[in-house]
């Protein structure tokens, strides 16, 4: 075998092994059992906070994943934001479901976040299955 084809499969290996390494972070960080789970006030929805942190995130990153009691099969989560921003006293109206600062629109499923210093991490895009805006608080 020649050293090209020892260096090109090598490569492939190595972008395979990454690849996988990473899917397996992901679906770690989506199948985590929640750390605090309760009800909302209005009993159709399950409200989570699920620990993110990983060798692939920062330390005390979490993500809220709120389901729909109503039809199990719907799971909307946040991105990922400062475990220290957290606050898990429950708020619910007619239009919105969520916590202290971070809410979710009922009828769009869009997550509102208002906490201050939390960026954009890339893993969102696999963590976050919905669309949402971060604003400063």
Not at 32 to 49: C, F, H, M, Q, T
């Amino acid at each position: 075998m020649t050293s090209t084809k020892k260096y090109i499969m090598w490569a492939v290996a190595c972008v395979v092994g990454l690849v996988a390494f990473v899917a397996l972070v992901v679906i770690g960080v989506l199948t985590r059992a929640a750390s605090v789970s309760d009800v909302s006030p209005s009993g159709k929805y399950i409200i989570e906070s699920v620990s993110a942190s990983s060798l692939l995130t920062p330390r005390n990153t979490v993500y809220l994943r709120i389901k729909d009691r109503d039809h199990a099969d719907q799971v909307y989560r946040s991105p990922i934001f400062s475990q220290d921003a957290l606050d898990m006293r429950f708020r619910e109206d007619e239009g919105t479901v969520g916590v202290v600062f971070i809410e979710m629109d009922k009828a769009t499923k869009k997550y509102t976040l208002w906490i201050s210093g939390t960026e954009e991490h890339w893993l969102n895009f696999f963590i976050s299955n919905t669309p949402y805006d971060i604003l400063e608080n």
